[in-house]
Every structure is written in C-alpha cells, then in structure tokens.
Nanobody
Framework: QVQVVESGGGLVQPAGSLRLSCAAS????????MGWFRQVSGKQRELVAA???????NYADAVKGRITITRDNAKNTAYLQMNSLKPEDTTVYYC?????????WGQGAQVTVSS
C-alpha cells in the first residue's frame, strides 16, 4: 500500500507565493515520476508540473516561469514552489507518484488566490 499526502495549500493574495509538498510512503520500491495536476471545475485534470527521479522536469505552458517543481528522492517527496499566483490558479492541486506498475494519487490540496 502506498500513501500520497499533500500539504501546504491555503489562501494567498494575487502575486503571492505558496509551496506545496507531496510525500509518498508505504510499500515503495521505486517511485519514478512525481508531479502535480489540477482540475478546474468543468474541465479535465491537467498537468501542472512533473519531475523524474533523474531530475528532468516538465511544465504546463500556463505556469512556466512562475512554478518550480523539485524533489528529494531519499524522502520520496516532491515540492511545488508557486510564485506570482493568479486568481485563475485557484483550484485543487493533486499530487501523483508513479511506480513501475501504477499511479498513486493524493487527496488534493486546495489553493485559493484571492484578495
């Protein structure tokens, strides 16, 4: 059994910053990729950022230059540093951790950008 737990969400003013954390634990042999998705009401869940165990990263165009994903492999933990946040970034952010056989999801972290 693998657990994925997000933390760090909350309320922030426009142009502010937040850092989300995602920790994977349990029966893990290898976590290859970790990442963050978000789902805006009425739309499909979309990739925000992803990082492999080797440190290669991938970002959605909408967040490039504002969001940085990093990872501590020893702790199976990924971090999402979000800067210059906009109201349209408001939604639930879901972390994923990929093993060789399946993708595990966290419960989601609410991020609200509002004045």
């Amino acid at each position: 059994q693998v657990q994925v737990v997000e933390s760090g969400g909350g309320l922030v003013q426009p142009a502010g910053s937040l850092r989300l954390s995602c920790a994977a634990s349990g029966s893990i042999f290898t976590i290859y990729s970790m990442g963050w998705f978000r789902q805006v009401s009425g739309k499909q869940r979309e990739l925000v950022a992803a990082i492999t165990s080797g440190g290669s990263t991938n970002y959605a165009d909408a967040v490039k230059g504002r969001i940085t994903i990093t990872r501590d492999n020893a702790k199976n933990t990924a971090y999402l540093q979000m800067n210059s946040l906009k109201p349209e970034d408001t939604t639930v952010y879901y972390c994923n951790a990929d093993s060789p056989v399946r993708r595990y999801w966290g419960q989601g972290a609410q991020v609200t950008v509002s004045s």
